[in-house]
Every structure is written in structure tokens, then in C-alpha cells.
């Protein structure tokens, strides 16, 4: 069994200040975690992905994500908002290996105020 | 790469008729679609998981007779939504997993909006 808490359903910052968006996830076995962005009417964008590879996950756009095993934490960062971050943003976890079934968080929707 | 296209991105349609949405990679191939179900401020719902040539799987509370899904090659999969009803409106997404290379990432398509009048 999984799943995935996002701990947010909604943040608000500045721009040029720094992004946080929580993510906790159970699973039963190694998880691959993902985070991805939809713009408004837009389909899901991917910003990056663990794998079980490096802890420390750069994506795009200035994004990164840390895997915390001992905290099963998958946070999202950013050091400084841009107002083309105003979006939501999905927590998704799946099992390593063979079928992969994903389970998606609730989402969180950024807001940048300028 | 790893593109995955919707047609269409827009449908209304009136109710009792069907509606046939398309889901393509457009540079892999995929063994596996999913077709996802999402209402307005919320989270993606997973219908039902397609693999190439074979039945869709489907998630618990999803009438397959309802919702036909086909994965007839390895970068086509159709969700039919046969005699829409007003309840049925809503964004509907797909994504693809490729055979080989990329392992579990999930390649999302733009979704189709469907408005059941």
C-alpha cells in the first residue's frame, strides 16, 4: 500500500522569496516519487523525479527535491518565486519495479504574489 | 521527447451521445496508458490502466461499459465515454509509460475537457 500527503493545499509567498511545498509519503516499498506542475487549464508538467538514485533531485524551472527516508519526506523547494510559478503542484508516489501503480497527492496550489 | 498528445483538447457534446478521446506518444512507445479523471479543484483520479493488446484494468467504482478504453498499438490509446451524461463533464487525462529506457515516469498528455450539455 501507498500514498501521499501533501501537507498544504495552498501556499502563498512573495516573489523573489524562497518556495516550500511539503510532501509525505508511506510505502511499503522503495518508492519512486515525482512532482509535477499544472498550470491553469493545462495538462501535468514534469519537474523532477527520485528514483532511488541521488537524495538531492534537481528538475526544471529551479525546482529541486530532497528524499528524506527517515523523515519520508519529498519536499519541493525554490530559492526565489517567479510569478510563472503561480500553479499546482502534485506530490506522486509509485513503487519501484515491475507494474507501477502512482497515487497523486491533493495538490497545492502556489500563489506569487508580486 | 517523451511527448504525449490528446485529441480532442475541447468537446461538448449533448447527452446520450458518445465521445471518443484519443491518447498518443508521439516519440515512444508505451506499453502502458493511463487514463485519469480529474474535477475542478482536485486531484487526478485513476480510471482504469491500458496495456498494449490487452483488457483495461479498471479502478473500483468505474463502470467499464461506461467508459471503453482500447490500447490498440503501442502509441494509441481511445477512451470512449459512451451515452454522456451531464454528470460525466470533466477534465479528463492521459499518460503514457514508456516500453523501455525511462523506466517509471509517467508522460502526461494536455488533457481533454469534456462538457456534457
Known amino acids: 500500500a501507498q500514498s501521499v500527503t501533501q501537507l498544504d493545499s495552498h501556499v502563498s509567498v512573495s516573489e523573489g522569496t524562497p518556495v516550500l511545498l511539503r510532501c509525505n509519503y508511506s510505502s511499503s516499498y522503495s518508492p519512486s516519487l515525482f512532482w509535477y506542475v499544472q498550470h491553469p487549464n493545462k495538462g501535468l508538467q514534469l519537474l523532477l523525479k527520485y528514483t532511488s538514485a541521488a537524495t538531492l533531485v534537481k528538475g526544471i524551472n529551479g525546482f529541486e527535491a530532497e528524499f528524506k527516508k527517515s523523515e519520508t519526506s519529498f519536499h519541493l523547494t525554490k530559492p526565489s518565486a517567479h510569478m510563472s510559478d503561480a500553479a499546482e503542484y502534485f506530490c506522486v508516489v509509485s513503487l519501484s519495479g515491475g507494474y507501477q501503480k502512482v497515487t497523486f497527492g491533493i495538490g497545492t496550489k502556489l500563489q506569487v504574489i508580486p | 521527447g517523451a511527448v504525449v498528445s490528446q485529441h480532442p483538447s475541447w468537446v461538448i457534446c449533448k447527452s446520450g451521445t458518445s465521445v471518443k478521446i484519443e491518447c498518443r506518444s508521439l516519440?515512444?512507445?508505451?506499453?502502458?496508458m493511463f487514463w485519469y479523471r480529474q474535477f475542478p479543484k482536485q486531484s487526478l483520479m485513476l480510471m482504469a490502466t491500458s496495456n498494449e493488446g490487452s483488457k483495461a484494468t479498471y479502478e473500483q467504482g468505474v463502470e467499464k461499459d461506461k467508459f471503453l478504453i482500447n490500447h490498440a498499438s503501442l502509441t494509441l490509446s481511445t477512451l470512449t465515454v459512451t451515452s454522456a451524461h451531464p454528470e460525466d463533464s470533466s477534465f479528463y487525462i492521459c499518460?503514457?509509460?514508456?516500453?523501455?529506457?525511462?523506466?517509471?515516469?509517467?508522460?502526461f498528455g494536455p488533457g481533454t475537457r469534456l462538457l456534457v450539455l
Open positions: 499518460s503514457a509509460r514508456e516500453a523501455r529506457g525511462r523506466g517509471e515516469t509517467q508522460y
Open positions: 516519440d515512444f512507445q508505451a506499453t502502458t
